[in-house]
Every structure is written in structure tokens, then in C-alpha cells.
């Protein structure tokens, strides 16, 4: 908990966000070749 008080519970929210923004994207991206790959 005390390291919170210095900013790394946030460093540590943001780096998650950031990992879960880049899977998305990557899964919208096989999603879309897939599609294409269907159609």
C-alpha cells in the first residue's frame, strides 16, 4: 500500500491499460484478416 504514496500503483494501472489496449488491437486485427480471408 505504501507504494502508492510514490506513483507506482499508477505506473502499474497504466501499464495493464496499456497491455490490454495492445491485445485488442491485435485481435481486431486477426479478426479483420479472417474476414477477409472469408469473404
Known amino acids: ?3 502508492c504514496q510514490y506513483g507506482e500503483c499508477q505506473i502499474k ?3 495493464k491499460v496499456k ?3 495492445k491485445a485488442g488491437r491485435t ?3 486477426s479478426l ?3 474476414i ?3 469473404s
Open 1 to 3: 500500500m505504501e507504494s
Open 13 to 15: 494501472k497504466k501499464a
Open 19 to 21: 497491455k490490454k489496449a
Open 27 to 29: 485481435m481486431i486485427k
Open 32 to 34: 479483420k484478416r479472417e
Open 36 to 38: 477477409a480471408w472469408l
